[in-house]
């Protein structure tokens, strides 16, 4: 690791302590480049924790509370699971997707209005610290709202946690996908506008018709398959079977859908990154 | 070694040509000028060094490393300060610097920080938001931002554009003590007086092109003499005149070869009872080496876009 104390000041000329660090750029000082990155975008969020944490969990409760009081006696989307029950980990799920594609996109975009992007281009990130740091934030702003959620909505109705560690891998899996999809979004659009389109034209019905409200397996044939086509609809249903081991879709084929679907988007950003798209001219 | 070696570099785009074939190097330990009116393509070439923006043709090395192969060591080597006044309106000062020197992989660099605060003038505004500072307070949150890793090069674009007198004291003096101790300097500049009174080498540049490349001193030279602003009532004489090199608010300007053409000069308007009321006499500066290669360049330019015309 490479530090520049007082008293190596003391020792050196700066111009060839400077020279020293430039030419000694190991790992050791890449690893504390991708940890202040990825502390820097979670600091950013954090600061503003009201509208980045507090609004989300709030909006997702006043959902609960909506759809658990009119839906509760008539719908059972699932056998032996009260709708209450049900909608709370779709209501989780929906909150880190959303909020995971939030920070990336609303990070860069600001970045890039207020010029302040230059700061993160000087120095000399790899594209992988870059992918790292921005996807890490949105990893860890959609786990801590959806945790934010789950916390002011168990008392409605205790989750059963059947199966708790596919429920972690999907809640990261996902967020780090919508964290990737929104790093993508960011890069690409110029202005707010923008971003507010692909937000509400693109990740907003998405993940609303992925099965949030319901089990797909009660739509029509027709609607069914065009779920199916969702890559949301599997992060959704295999988040659910984390916590009553049922669930519309083999959890296995959904963790394989993700997967892929991950995969494809990240091979994107980081060739975005690569190119220096809208980035560097 | 060289510290910036930028070898034939071409910047387009689509059908403006930002910069064209473009070779410079500055040495290291150097105070190298970057001169030359707007849109001549002086931010474009320190963006291409910088490695935000990338030359459509050429190469451009930093300390010896390629700024687009060997980007790591290269960015590692490089301070900027951007010409927008640029801030992220989350954090604090200090906070700003530190993610600053984080991204640049060094930990524990408190001690450097403080005492780039304290050169800046910015120890009392450490612990304040961003958002809260002046612009001249915020433009040097920008300098402290490219010093905190301590590179060897260190580029000012336009740092002192619309600063007060204050800082640019404050400034220069840190500026140069840092290239008392080794580090490259290079700085664009419109305050004239200042790339003369700093740098030991200059190039201009003209619509992407370099038009001259020189130390200070000999760009001085090409104009020698001495210069004499003459307000007066009637009619120089001819002899006179034949020293006229321009006219500025009614006063005529003259350049005589010696200081003591001055005499001479006088003599003859008083011979030919021409009474001065203004007169001005200094050395020729970089103002006038600038406007007179601008001028030239212009001269040779007009007879193409005429003949296409």
Redesign the interface.
């Given at each position: 690791?490479?530090?520049?104390?007082?008293g190596d000041?003391d020792r050196l000329?700066?111009?060839?302590?400077?020279?020293s660090?430039?030419?000694e750029?190991g790992t050791?000082?890449?690893l504390?480049?991708f940890?202040?990155?990825l502390?820097?975008e979670m600091?950013?969020f954090w600061?503003?924790g009201f509208q980045t944490i507090a609004a989300p969990v709030l909006t997702a409760v006043l959902y609960l509370l909506v759809f658990s009081h009119v839906l509760e006696a008539h719908v059972q989307a699932l056998p032996g699971v009260s709708y209450t029950a049900f909608l709370i980990p779709g209501l989780v799920m929906m909150s880190v997707l959303q909020n995971a594609f939030a920070n990336s996109s609303s990070s860069l975009i600001q970045?890039k209005i207020?010029?302040?992007l230059?700061?993160?281009?000087?120095?000399?990130?790899?594209r992988w610290q870059l992918f790292g740091a921005y996807v890490g934030a949105s990893v860890v702003r959609g786990i801590v709202v959806g945790l934010g959620v789950l916390i002011f909505t168990v008392g409605f109705a205790p989750p059963a946690f059947a199966a708790p560690l596919w429920a972690l891998a999907f809640g990261v899996l996902g967020a780090a996908m919508l964290g990737t999809l929104g790093l993508i979004a960011g890069i690409w659009a110029d202005k707010f506008d923008q971003l507010a389109g692909f937000q509400n034209f693109i990740v907003m019905p998405a993940t609303f018709l992925s099965g949030v409200f319901y089990s797909v397996n009660g739509l029509p044939e027709f609607w069914r398959t065009v779920s199916h086509l969702n890559p949301f609809f599997y992060m959704i249903d295999g988040f659910r079977y984390g916590f009553f081991a049922q669930s519309d879709v083999n959890p296995w084929i959904s963790l394989g859908v993700l997967v892929c679907a991950f995969v494809v988007v990240a091979g994107i950003a980081l060739n975005l990154l690569a190119r220096?798209f809208k980035l560097?001219? | 070694m060289t510290a910036i070696r930028v070898s034939g570099v071409t910047k387009r785009y689509g059908s403006l040509t930002a910069l064209d074939s473009v070779d410079l190097e500055v040495e290291r330990g150097e105070f190298f000028g970057l001169l030359g009116p707007n849109g001549a393509g002086k931010t474009t070439l320190i963006s291409i060094i910088a490695g935000l923006v990338r030359a459509t043709s050429g190469t451009v090395a930093v300390m010896g490393h390629d700024v687009v192969d060997d980007y790591r060591v290269a960015r590692l080597s490089l301070g900027v300060v951007p010409q927008e006044l640029a801030f992220d309106p989350f954090f604090t000062v200090r906070e700003t610097l530190v993610f600053q020197s984080g991204y640049f992989g060094l930990t524990n660099n408190r001690a450097w920080i403080d005492e780039v605060l304290a050169n800046l003038g910015l120890s009392s505004r450490a612990d304040s938001n961003m958002r809260a500072l002046s612009g001249g307070m915020k433009r040097r949150v920008l300098v402290a931002q490219a010093l905190v890793h301590k590179p060897p090069v260190i580029v000012l674009d336009e740092p002192t554009a619309g600063v007060d007198v204050e800082l640019r004291q404050t400034l220069w003096a840190f500026v140069r003590r840092l290239n008392r101790e080794g580090h490259t300097i290079v700085l664009t500049t419109h305050y004239l007086e200042e790339a003369q009174a700093l740098c030991q080498r200059i190039a201009m540049l003209k619509s992407g092109s370099v038009i001259a490349l020189d130390t200070t001193r000999a760009l001085l030279s090409h104009i020698e003499g001495v210069q004499m602003i003459v307000r007066a009532r009637g009619v120089l004489p001819p002899s006179v005149l034949v020293h006229r090199i321009d006219e500025r608010d009614g006063a005529i300007v003259l350049r005589l070869a010696q200081p003591a053409d001055v005499g001479r000069v006088l003599a003859d308007c008083a011979a030919a009872g021409c009474e001065i009321e203004d007169l001005e006499v200094g050395r020729a500066d970089l103002e006038d080496v600038f406007l007179q290669l601008m001028a030239d360049r212009a001269e040779s330019e007009r007879i193409p876009v005429l003949a296409n015309a």
């Amino acid at each position: 690791m490479n530090t520049v104390d007082a008293g190596d000041r003391d020792r050196l000329v700066p111009a060839a302590a400077a020279l020293s660090i430039a030419s000694e750029s190991g790992t050791g000082s890449a690893l504390v480049s991708f940890r202040t990155l990825l502390a820097k975008e979670m600091l950013r969020f954090w600061k503003v924790g009201f509208q980045t944490i507090a609004a989300p969990v709030l909006t997702a409760v006043l959902y609960l509370l909506v759809f658990s009081h009119v839906l509760e006696a008539h719908v059972q989307a699932l056998p032996g699971v009260s709708y209450t029950a049900f909608l709370i980990p779709g209501l989780v799920m929906m909150s880190v997707l959303q909020n995971a594609f939030a920070n990336s996109s609303s990070s860069l975009i600001q970045s890039k209005i207020m010029g302040s992007l230059i700061f993160v281009l000087l120095p000399p990130f790899s594209r992988w610290q870059l992918f790292g740091a921005y996807v890490g934030a949105s990893v860890v702003r959609g786990i801590v709202v959806g945790l934010g959620v789950l916390i002011f909505t168990v008392g409605f109705a205790p989750p059963a946690f059947a199966a708790p560690l596919w429920a972690l891998a999907f809640g990261v899996l996902g967020a780090a996908m919508l964290g990737t999809l929104g790093l993508i979004a960011g890069i690409w659009a110029d202005k707010f506008d923008q971003l507010a389109g692909f937000q509400n034209f693109i990740v907003m019905p998405a993940t609303f018709l992925s099965g949030v409200f319901y089990s797909v397996n009660g739509l029509p044939e027709f609607w069914r398959t065009v779920s199916h086509l969702n890559p949301f609809f599997y992060m959704i249903d295999g988040f659910r079977y984390g916590f009553f081991a049922q669930s519309d879709v083999n959890p296995w084929i959904s963790l394989g859908v993700l997967v892929c679907a991950f995969v494809v988007v990240a091979g994107i950003a980081l060739n975005l990154l690569a190119r220096g798209f809208k980035l560097r001219q | 070694m060289t510290a910036i070696r930028v070898s034939g570099v071409t910047k387009r785009y689509g059908s403006l040509t930002a910069l064209d074939s473009v070779d410079l190097e500055v040495e290291r330990g150097e105070f190298f000028g970057l001169l030359g009116p707007n849109g001549a393509g002086k931010t474009t070439l320190i963006s291409i060094i910088a490695g935000l923006v990338r030359a459509t043709s050429g190469t451009v090395a930093v300390m010896g490393h390629d700024v687009v192969d060997d980007y790591r060591v290269a960015r590692l080597s490089l301070g900027v300060v951007p010409q927008e006044l640029a801030f992220d309106p989350f954090f604090t000062v200090r906070e700003t610097l530190v993610f600053q020197s984080g991204y640049f992989g060094l930990t524990n660099n408190r001690a450097w920080i403080d005492e780039v605060l304290a050169n800046l003038g910015l120890s009392s505004r450490a612990d304040s938001n961003m958002r809260a500072l002046s612009g001249g307070m915020k433009r040097r949150v920008l300098v402290a931002q490219a010093l905190v890793h301590k590179p060897p090069v260190i580029v000012l674009d336009e740092p002192t554009a619309g600063v007060d007198v204050e800082l640019r004291q404050t400034l220069w003096a840190f500026v140069r003590r840092l290239n008392r101790e080794g580090h490259t300097i290079v700085l664009t500049t419109h305050y004239l007086e200042e790339a003369q009174a700093l740098c030991q080498r200059i190039a201009m540049l003209k619509s992407g092109s370099v038009i001259a490349l020189d130390t200070t001193r000999a760009l001085l030279s090409h104009i020698e003499g001495v210069q004499m602003i003459v307000r007066a009532r009637g009619v120089l004489p001819p002899s006179v005149l034949v020293h006229r090199i321009d006219e500025r608010d009614g006063a005529i300007v003259l350049r005589l070869a010696q200081p003591a053409d001055v005499g001479r000069v006088l003599a003859d308007c008083a011979a030919a009872g021409c009474e001065i009321e203004d007169l001005e006499v200094g050395r020729a500066d970089l103002e006038d080496v600038f406007l007179q290669l601008m001028a030239d360049r212009a001269e040779s330019e007009r007879i193409p876009v005429l003949a296409n015309a």
